[in-house]
């Protein structure tokens, strides 16, 4: 039973890769290399070497040459389980990006008509924010997964272990940082690596929505004289748990009870009205949750 439990995640895992490639590469080919975007990562690099050659080098295939030595220098730093599915979503997604490379060719023939009859140019900036929704989400569902596309994240693995002073995100956004001014070099354009930050920002919120859940839910400490009246109120009228944490005023130096409670975001103003009420002089800290596994909130499941 546990092999099979195995097995049947282990299908989920590559579904999730299979569908986060599929919308990473039409995030590339239909929102970033038609207009030059490049946020940083590989596929940043590789689309600043497909304008370097007159489009001769698909994004696809110069992502895949680029990844080749990463894993090579990588691969004694990581586990085989890992390394198996990175590598999978690494081929799959350069191949992907090739296949899906009439989206680009489509985008930039339209975008030069435009110009050229109307004196029409787009909004990039609506491209560069879609393009980090979607980049963001399929990215996401990989990293879900377990995998990585190769790229900078595998490169700012090997930094890191060489390296140890930095941490992995902030070597990571120095990798992302260069890239994105090499590109603003090469293209000539500052307005371009805003947009670039502008996706590059958008799609790490949307990995880190999926990665940790979305704030649905908010945490509460209650500091009052009448913790029980506050906690019996919010039992009975919200039907919300509530926890006492033994606390010490360290400046009257009086012991405390501190009241801990998870409450859904339509209930905070009844939380406020009932801790009002009871207490005027209370202390409330108020913070958001990414996510509430347990009774009243989502299942383990």
Known sequence: MKEVKMSI????DYLLITTGS??????????????KIAPGGVSGIATVIYYLTDAKLPV???????????????????????????LYGTI????????TQPLTDYFVTNYLARVEEYQYSPDILLYSIFGGLLMGAGLGLVFKSGATTGGTDLAA???NHFVPTFTMGQTLLFIDTGIIVFAAFVFRSFQLALYAIV?????SKIIDAILEGVSFAKALLIISDSPQTIATSILKDLDRGVTALKGKGMFTGEDKEVLFCVVQRRQIPMVKKIVREVDKKAFIVLTDIREVLGEG???YD
């Open 9 to 12: 995640k282990g299908w989920k």
């Open 22 to 35: 599929i919308i990473t590469a039409i995030s590339i080919n239909a929102f970033m290399v038609p207009y």
């Open 60 to 86: 696809g295939t110069a992502m895949l040459i680029l990844n080749i030595p990463l894993f090579l220098i990588g691969i004694r730093l990581i586990g085989k389980k890992f390394i198996i599915k990175t």
């Open 92 to 99: 799959l997604l350069s191949l992907l990006v090739d296949m």
């Open 157 to 159: 693995r090997i930094v």
């Open 199 to 203: 996706t590059l920002y958008i799609s």
């Open 297 to 299: 909130f989502q299942t």
